[in-house]
């Protein structure tokens, strides 16, 4: 048995079709767009179904989702002027991973009793930082 913090998915994937705004000359600029689905702090990886940097100077610099159902992308223009990339789609796929809450710990594990060690560290750290026992966040 393996234990996954939830949701159980590794990877959800969406299809989304983004109409990117004018990037400014010489310059890297993030856009946002909605991608129903994201769940914010979690990494992404995007795959345009199309030649994005068809258009000489343009490209896709990196990404992440900024917000729930937010898709941040940053585009470079690496020319003299204005460029206004033309709409495409792409495959979006967010790594579903568990975030733990501030100082406790999350584990892929094999080991049933290592799971239950687990939890159990987090319970006695959390109700001792209640108790004021000990100092944490």
């Known amino acids: 048995t393996i234990f996954r913090p939830s949701p159980a998915a590794v990877m959800s994937v969406y299809t989304a079709t983004l109409t990117p705004a004018s990037v400014a000359a010489n310059i890297s600029a993030e856009q946002t767009f ?56 792409c495959l979006v796929a967010q790594f579903n991973v568990g975030t733990p809450t501030a100082g406790n710990s999350v584990q892929q594990i094999v080991n049933p009793m290592q799971t239950t060690l687990v939890t159990e560290a987090n319970a006695i750290r959390s109700a001792l930082i209640t108790t004021g026992l000990i100092a944490g966040a």
């Open 34 to 89: 909605t991608v129903s689905g994201l769940v914010s702090g979690n990494p992404v990886a995007i795959s345009p179904q199309a030649n994005v940097s068809a258009v000489a100077g343009v490209g896709i610099a990196g990404a992440r989702i900024s917000a729930t159902d937010t898709l941040a992308l940053c585009f470079i223009n690496a020319t003299a002027a204005a460029i206004t990339p033309a709409a495409f789609s």
